[in-house]
């Protein structure tokens, strides 16, 4: 089975601070994905990255970067965490679909951040 | 941007009971997946059901896909309450570098009532 795993359930920290959230994937997967989850909004994309250093902005990438320097491991970072960026965060993975086409995605338990 | 809208934003039934819900989308597409996802927990995916299907199934799962009327349903067949769960519908969208990202409806609102 595929397995993701996102570095923390719940996470609180203050208005200001740097934020890292850390997503790995057990399946050598080529794409991967950070949403945020609010309600009423749904999931929304921030970044993605199709491979090992590269990166592409999703809808909402303001205030948000990211970083996959290896294939399994893909990280989301907060620069300086802000009351708005209170939401659940989820990772996902997936193989890189032939042309024309996007796969299942594997997501991550997720990680509740609240900034105070 | 969404694309898939998801019908009814809420569904309660009774455990033994079908339930049915409604995914519409607004341009063409490759493929058209679903997606579970129990209270406070990442998805689960269920099926993916390609442009050139009609009907999918998967155990008690049954999946319908109208490309005329840009329109998917889902049916869930004796319910339990373990199906108790927002579902989620999500198509494709192709960006410049065409790579396929996928677009999200806001999701059903499954309860079944034990």
């Known amino acids: 089975d595929v397995k993701v795993t996102q570095s923390s359930r719940y996470l609180v920290k203050r208005t200001g601070e740097k934020v890292f959230l850390e997503c790995v994937q057990d399946?050598?997967?080529?794409?991967m994905f950070w949403y945020r989850q609010d309600p009423g909004l749904g999931l929304r994309l921030i970044y993605f990255?199709?491979?090992?250093?590269?990166?592409e902005k999703g809808d909402i990438p303001e205030g948000y970067s990211v970083s996959r320097e290896k294939k399994e491991r893909f990280s989301l970072i907060l620069e300086s965490a802000s009351t708005n960026q209170t939401s659940m965060y989820l990772c996902a993975s997936s193989v890189k679909g032939l042309a024309g086409s996007a796969r299942a995605q594997y997501f991550g338990p997720g990680t509740r951040l609240t900034v105070l | 941007s969404q694309q898939g809208e998801e019908d009814p934003q809420a569904l309660s039934i009774q455990e033994g009971e079908n339930a049915t819900m409604n995914c519409s989308y607004k341009?063409?597409?490759?493929?058209l997946q679903w997606y579970r996802q129990n209270s406070g927990r990442g998805l689960v995916h269920l099926i993916l059901?390609?442009?050139n299907e009609r009907e999918k199934h998967s155990g008690r799962l049954r999946v319908t896909l109208d490309t005329s009327k840009k329109s998917s349903s889902l049916l869930i067949t004796a319910s339990r309450a373990a199906d108790t769960a927002s579902y989620f519908c999500?198509?494709?969208?192709?960006?410049?570098?065409?790579?396929?990202?996928?677009?999200w409806g806001l999701g059903t609102s499954l309860a079944v009532n034990p």
């Open positions: 990255s199709y491979d090992v250093k590269m990166k």
């Open positions: 341009t063409s597409i490759n493929n």
């Open positions: 999500a198509t494709v969208r192709i960006n410049a570098g065409n790579n396929r990202k996928l677009i």
């Open positions: 059901i390609r442009s």
């Open positions: 399946m050598d997967h080529e794409n």
